[in-house]
């Protein structure tokens, strides 16, 4: 039986999830699809019941999702619970189980490509959304020293740093108000979860460190991976830091999927290889 998995969102886009999990399954001889599943809002509650049926190993899920499905699964692991919202479900023989698989993702990107660990590191990390919420658990349950959240939306970084105790030194900024430059220049590793960047969008030339020096050596991240190297990634090189770019992560939440889907050991060179050229495309 040719088992089903695929990706929940609206609209969806252009995901080069497809591609990636498509030549796992082939290079492992799995007998498995994935496909892309752009569900209207409307249809969402109908599509993961369905995922119940002995066909489906489960989905990803992504925006506008990520929080809406979480009422619709039967259980959820810790991950999941701690950031509130799921990006993975998984048919357990009819039981719909729900994961975050950005959480492990980000932080493998990070300590795996970006030779990174944030264990009493001060951090920045600009945007308070999905991706946000995701990163900042991780990195406290990765025991970071002190993390700045800075946002366009006050409030929202307000309310995101708030879902923590005062131990964790967890604090919100205003993006570019008073205190942006100075978690700027305290920290060792930045990293954008904004969409600002993104091909494609209104943002699509913009920089979030538009005119600030970053200092040599330190680790800037970007979630946004199409295109590779956004404009902010280009300015942090030229002053000096060492850059990461969205892939990794992508390809590594992918990969975590897969794992919980197949029980296999994800083909992770080839998930690269195929998102490379997805993205080249
Ligand atoms: P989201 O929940 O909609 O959050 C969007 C964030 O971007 C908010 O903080 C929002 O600020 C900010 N923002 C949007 N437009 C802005 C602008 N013009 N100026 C300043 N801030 C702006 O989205 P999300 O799920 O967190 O995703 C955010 C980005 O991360 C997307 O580009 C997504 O593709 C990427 N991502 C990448 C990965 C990966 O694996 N590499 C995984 C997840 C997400 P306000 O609160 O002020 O609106």
Redesign the pocket.
Known sequence: MLRKSGILGYPLGHSISPYFQNAAFEFLGIKASYKAWSTEPKDLSDKVNALRGTSFMGANV??PF?EAVIELLDEMDDWAKRVGSV?TIVNDSGTLVGYNT?TV??IQAISEYGNYDPSGEAVLL?????????AAHALVGNKVGSLVIA???YH??ERLASEFPAKDKVSPVL?NGPGFLKAVDSASLIIN????G?KHT??EN?N?LEGISVKAGVLVND???NPLKTPMLIHAAETGAKILT??P??VL?GAASFNLWTGRDAPVDVMFLAAQEALAD
């Open positions: 992504t925006i990520k990006n950005d993702g980000f600009i945007g308070a959304g999905g991706a946000a919420r995701a946002n366009r939306t929202r970084a993006l979860s904004t969409s600002i993104m209104s943002v913009c979030p979630m946004v991976y969205g892939l992560m992508l939440q």
